[in-house]
């Protein structure tokens, strides 16, 4: 178990609604979700300042989003449907398909990995984006399910398990929980609007400078944390 200390705070735009989060090259990149409100978005981390937005059209649902090759990749909820943009100019190329509902996606140098809410993680082909196989993930030999935002971090996918406060620490090779992040304290929910629904959800690391930010749903802020053990 994990606990944290808090780094840096910084602040985020508390009507985005955090599907998908991730860091790159000096910029964080996050999907929103909602119908109607979906978007992805280039963010100045230090600022919160919006630098670049496109929205998605009704009826989607944006979920999860990784870049590969300089295209940025794009879930959808329950509409089974993927898209494909440049990652400079926002601009959709393609869409995919794909069945069940879309939740979060990441990547390591030579795949793309997708939460869908159960057990399962879906390991995709950076290129076609089929499904080459799949990581059944359990602790102590039970399933986790509800995993939302993923992220690739030192060669483990970190989870946000919905409606919790706890990141599973998961080892791709055997899809073993081999540690939790417990971020109960981090942030008081009871000041939102619906703090049922604004959970946290959000995650991205930057590699360059070994940097762990996390966020929610509509919260305030993006915290650069670092791990501590309990």
Known sequence: MYGFRIVHRYPHDPSAYTEGLFYEDGFLYESTGGIGKSSIRKVELETGKILQQTGLPEPFYGEGIVSWRQKLMQ?????????????????????????????ALTRDSSHIYMSDGTAYLRVLDPETLAEDSAIYVTHDGIPTVNLNEIEWVKGQIYANVWLSNRIARIDPSSGHVV????????????????????????????????????????????????????
């Open 75 to 103: 879930l959808t909820w329950q509409d089974h449907v993927g898209i494909v943009y440049d990652l400079k100019r926002f601009a959709p190329s393609r869409r995919f398909s794909y069945p069940g509902e879309g939740w």
């Open 179 to 230: 540690g939790w992040i417990d971020l109960d304290g981090l942030f008081d929910t009871r000041t939102l609007p619906d703090p049922g629904n604004d959970v946290l959800n959000g995650i991205a690391y930057d590699a360059e400078h070994d940097r762990l930010f996390v966020t929610g749903k509509c919260w305030p802020f993006v915290f650069e944390i670092e791990l501590t053990h309990e």
